[in-house]
């Protein structure tokens, strides 16, 4: 586990004394790691698409591009269990 040193300045440092106080934290450090979850499971999802967004925009252009109208199509036949749906690429 790493270890970090932050300087927050005068003025939150402030209020992360408040919040200790006031929500029921036992430490800063307490209260800190709850920031910090809340953070990644509010992000985590918008992350992920975001790496996967890269990663296909990284890995090159199809020489079989679709319009808009056949990904949903294909997307709902797929959806619905259709076998007759012809992949592409």
Do not use: C, W
Not at 47 to 57: F, M, P, S
Not at 58 to 79: C, D, L, P, Q
Request: aromatic share 8%.
């Amino acid at each position: 586990m790493g270890r970090k040193t932050i300087d927050f300045g005068e003025t939150l440092d402030r209020y992360i004394d408040l919040a200790v106080k006031q929500g029921g934290y036992k430490t800063e450090p307490e209260y800190l790691r709850y920031l910090v979850r809340k953070d990644e499971e509010h992000n985590r999802e918008f992350l992920i698409t975001k790496a996967a967004i890269q990663e296909g925009l990284e890995s090159g252009v199809r020489s079989n591009i679709r319009t808009a109208e056949e990904i949903v199509k294909f997307a709902k036949k797929r959806t619905l269990g259709k076998t007759d749906v012809k992949q592409h690429g």
